[in-house]
């Protein structure tokens, strides 16, 4: 099993920063990539980004590109989502998942094993 917390959340104005963490736990080494979605009231969870555990190349959704960064630090089982100049629609609940599948498909959330229990994201205009 793995366990996903995250953290870093909160209210912040149009053009802020915020950099949520995913705290990884359990069974890490079974891991192949690491993702961030978000979901607002009443929409669909979207893909945000995400990136494979080993290292490599980084995925972003085109309305995120330039302004979100993903990262990760292996000695201290985290992932974070570095975000810049928000904007009132990145408003929304941003879960971190992870997946021990290889392969493709890394926007895709039904290839994720297991979730967080989200953090709320709000921006203010």
């Known amino acids: 099993q793995v366990q996903l917390v995250e953290s870093g959340g909160g209210l912040v104005q149009a053009g802020g920063s915020l950099r949520l963490s995913c705290v990884v736990s359990g069974r890490t080494f079974s891991m192949y990539a690491m993702g961030w979605f978000r979901q607002a009231p009443g929409q669909e969870r979207e893909f945000v980004s995400a990136?494979?555990?080993?290292?490599?190349?980084?995925y972003s959704a085109d309305s995120v590109k330039g302004r979100f960064t993903i990262s990760r630090d292996y000695d201290r089982n985290t992932a974070y989502l570095q975000m810049n100049n928000l904007k009132p629609e990145d408003t929304a609940v941003y879960y971190c998942?992870?997946?021990?599948?290889?392969?493709?498909?890394?926007?895709?959330?039904?290839?994720?094993?297991?979730w967080g229990r989200g953090t709320q994201v709000t921006v203010s205009s």
């Open positions: 990136a494979t555990y080993s290292g490599g190349p980084t």
């Open positions: 998942a992870a997946r021990t599948r290889g392969g493709s498909g890394l926007s895709n959330p039904s290839q994720y094993d297991y």
